[in-house]
């Protein structure tokens, strides 16, 4: 990728590499849905790579109204945090009490990578007038927050009671 040369060049550079891990996450999220057997983590879990499916989609029709090309670089950073889900699920494949608490708290680094990643888009968007990319990082805030309070929710109530449970027991 060329080294940006002014503000909407980091704007596009950082839609980009939000449209790559969005696009990691919908490739890693089957593996990993196979792995869970709680149905309130299958289902946020679901909720999110459909929601992941529709970012893809509305980044490309960013692109094209900004006039920008389709050429992508891998993010690394989320490329990382799949990384380490995916050596989780084999390091624990035998162990669901400790996998899906594990796990979930990998998918819950991966969306605070997003929301930040989605603020400082958001930011450069209202800076340079592109109402429809600050329109969109508003909303996939709001989205990221609830679903990260929903794993927060899910992780208190039904993940790490049952791991505790399990060490006592």
Known sequence: ????????DVLVTELKEIYSAER??????????????????KEGMTGRRERAERIIETLDDIFEQM????SRPKNI?????????????EELSENKILLEPVLLSTLQKLEHYCIASW????????????????????????????????LTGVAEKELNPRMRKHDAG
């Open 1 to 8: 990728m060329a080294k940006p040369k002014n503000a909407r």
């Open 24 to 41: 990691q996450l919908v490739r890693a999220s089957p593996k990993m849905l196979r792995a869970v057997e709680t149905q309130v983590l």
């Open 67 to 70: 006039d920008v090309t389709k």
């Open 77 to 89: 950073a989320a490329e990382g945090l799949i990384t380490d889900a995916q050596e989780h699920l």
């Open 119 to 150: 603020g400082t888009a958001r930011s450069l968007g209202r800076l340079l007038d592109e109402k429809p990319v600050a329109e969109l990082m508003e909303n996939l805030l709001k989205d990221g927050r609830d679903y990260d309070e929903y």
